[in-house]
Nanobody
């Protein structure tokens, strides 16, 4: 079973930036669309966006599309989530998983442990 491992979370002040990484063994990141999600305490898992497997086209939810950027480094077998202008409302555990790019990054893979992002005001 393919596992994706998230990293890069931490504590950051409001207005700051973080870059999260999603790493997998093998070539799954070349073959599959990858999506980023987050879950805040007491809330459901929220879809943030995803990157296509072939042309690296991306899709973002409206809530983050002006602040978050998803990219892929095939040599490093890593998909990134660059988060800028962070706000306290972005505090959550962040996850990556394989998705169907359409419709709108539907998750199909398993969930890892995630990486915690905390934004202080």
């Amino acid at each position: 079973q393919v596992q994706l491992v998230e990293s890069g979370g931490g504590l950051v002040q409001s207005g700051g930036s973080l870059r999260l990484s999603c790493v997998a063994s093998g070539n799954i990141l070349d073959l599959a669309a990858i999506g980023w999600f987050r879950q805040a305490p007491g809330k459901g898992r929220e879809n943030l966006g995803c990157i296509q497997s072939s042309r690296d086209a991306t899709y973002y939810q409206d809530a983050v599309k002006d602040r978050f950027t998803i990219s892929r480094d095939r040599a490093a077998k890593t998909v990134y989530l660059q988060m800028d202008h962070l706000e306290p409302g972005d505090t959550a555990t962040y996850y990556c998983t394989t998705v169907h790019f359409k419709p709108r990054c539907t998750p199909i893979g398993s969930w890892g442990r995630g990486t915690q992002v905390t934004v202080s005001s």
